[in-house]
């Protein structure tokens, strides 16, 4: 029998590659000079730190680009409030949202069986949601529609066996 799994994961590589870019560009931008602009990663958040507030708008604009460039979904970002650090600088921290949650799987189970294909069915296994159907067109009908429906994280589709 066909199936698949829905799953939200993060190009852990490909953050850190943005992260650098986006720090050698703050290096390297006018703007940015004299205000200690940088970003630090770790591997569940991301720490921004500048001067102002205003520089830490602007970095975090530099980071959204370079990590769209790296095919990087915004969605996996949690920005947090911005935050006063020593000697009056400003800090912010980004969250990186990995794995599908409680909420967002039976989201997930309802648009599957909103959809009423014969034969396919749902299950929520931890952090992923298993699709399974007796017609493999059935399961792209399920993947189409999960793509088009917001469900709040980014979604990736893995595993399909026939």
């Not at 799953?7 to 943005?18: G, T």
């Not at 006018?30 to 970095?59: G, P, Q, V, W």
């Not at 006063?84 to 990186?96: D, Y």
């Not at 159907?133 to 792209?140: C, E, N, S």
């Given at each position: 029998m066909p199936s698949f799994d829905i799953v939200s994961e993060i190009d852990h590589q490909e953050v850190?590659?943005?992260v650098d870019q986006a720090n050698r560009?703050?290096?390297t931008?006018?703007?940015?000079?004299?205000?200690?602009?940088?970003?630090?990663?770790?591997?569940?958040?991301l720490i921004l730190t500048s001067a102002t507030e205003?520089?830490?708008?602007?970095?975090y604009q530099v980071l959204e680009e370079k990590l769209v460039r790296r095919e990087v979904s915004l969605k996996s970002l949690?920005?947090?409030?911005?935050?006063?650090?020593a000697k009056g600088t400003a800090r912010q921290k980004i969250e990186l949202?990995?794995?599908?949650?409680?909420?967002?799987?039976?989201?997930?189970?309802?648009?599957?069986?909103?959809?009423n294909l014969k034969?396919?069915?749902?299950?929520?296994q931890g952090d992923q949601v298993r699709v399974t159907g007796k017609k493999r067109d059935d399961l792209q009908a399920v993947i189409s529609a999960c793509k088009e429906a917001d469900i709040g994280v980014p979604l990736q589709f893995s595993?399909?066996?026939?």
């Amino acid at each position: 029998m066909p199936s698949f799994d829905i799953v939200s994961e993060i190009d852990h590589q490909e953050v850190r590659n943005a992260v650098d870019q986006a720090n050698r560009e703050a290096t390297t931008r006018f703007d940015f000079k004299n205000t200690d602009s940088k970003i630090e990663a770790t591997e569940k958040e991301l720490i921004l730190t500048s001067a102002t507030e205003d520089r830490l708008r602007a970095l975090y604009q530099v980071l959204e680009e370079k990590l769209v460039r790296r095919e990087v979904s915004l969605k996996s970002l949690d920005p947090k409030p911005v935050e006063e650090a020593a000697k009056g600088t400003a800090r912010q921290k980004i969250e990186l949202k990995a794995g599908i949650g409680q909420e967002q799987s039976k989201k997930i189970n309802k648009l599957i069986k909103d959809l009423n294909l014969k034969g396919v069915t749902s299950q929520i296994q931890g952090d992923q949601v298993r699709v399974t159907g007796k017609k493999r067109d059935d399961l792209q009908a399920v993947i189409s529609a999960c793509k088009e429906a917001d469900i709040g994280v980014p979604l990736q589709f893995s595993n399909f066996r026939d």
